[in-house]
């Protein structure tokens, strides 16, 4: 599996845009990159996910680097809500579904 | 609503006395998984399973066991629990393996505390 690394935390205020970056340098082509989010006290939540090009759904857009090596997640206008940490995670097109989590980023939102 | 139900979310029991920890999803998935998130370790894999009477070990299979006999149930039993299998355990599913871009559907999540 491609190894990722993101940063431990970050903050930002109610309504305000996020950004948080992955890097995944070691990607092989084929790897999806897969955003999750865990809320305390909640299982992992799907965000979003792409293979090269940008993608947007009603959660997040993903912005994925022309060379695949990082991409960046994100959050138009956080809410509180959106407190969490947020996981990074290549995944094989043949993966057989395994999700490998590291150690995200935990986001704070200051109201 | 689509959802992945765990039974129970929480429970307290004593080395050795057996438990099953339950998950169903309303999805019509094939694929379903277990896993456990400790502190320092994340979430690992335990047991998954590709479809009815289908399964295989993850990363962290030993003293657990599976069974998928229905599509929408996959249950995880503690034949013998130990203090070292006190964690958070999550259930998971996804309409079908072998596609990279299928989404995870996670459960709430169920603590066990073996004392």
């Known amino acids: 599996d491609a190894k990722t690394t993101q940063p431990n935390s970050m903050e930002s205020n109610e309504e305000e845009p996020v950004h948080l970056p992955c890097n995944h340098s070691?990607?092989?082509?084929?790897?999806?990159i897969h955003w999750y989010r865990q809320l305390p006290s909640q299982g992992p939540e799907y965000v979003i996910h792409g293979l090269t090009s940008n993608v947007n759904n009603r959660m997040a857009s993903l912005a994925i680097a022309e060379d695949r090596k990082s991409s960046t997640l994100i959050l138009h206008r956080a809410t509180l809500r959106d407190a969490a940490v947020y996981y990074c995670i290549p995944r094989k097109e043949t993966s057989g579904s395994r999700l490998t989590f590291g150690e995200g980023t935990q986001l704070t939102v200051n109201p | 609503e689509a959802q992945v139900t765990q039974n129970p979310r929480y429970l307290i029991t004593v080395t050795g006395k057996k438990l099953t920890v339950t998950c169903s999803q309303n999805?019509?998935?094939?694929?379903m998984s277990w896993y456990r998130q400790d502190p320092g370790l994340g979430l690992r894999q335990i047991y998954y399973?590709?479809?009815?009477?289908?399964?295989d070990k993850g990363d962290v299979p030993e003293g657990y066991k599976v069974s998928r006999k229905e599509k929408r149930n996959f249950p995880l039993i503690l034949e013998s629990p130990s203090p070292n299998q006190t964690s958070l355990y999550f259930c998971?599913?996804?309409?079908?393996?072998?596609?990279?871009?299928?989404?995870?559907?996670f459960g709430d999540g169920t603590r066990l505390s073996i004392l």
């Open positions: 998971a599913s996804s309409l079908s393996v072998g596609q990279g871009g299928q989404p995870q559907h």
């Open positions: 070691t990607i092989s082509g084929t790897d999806y």
């Open positions: 399973s590709m479809n009815v009477e289908v399964t």
């Open positions: 999805m019509n998935h094939e694929y």
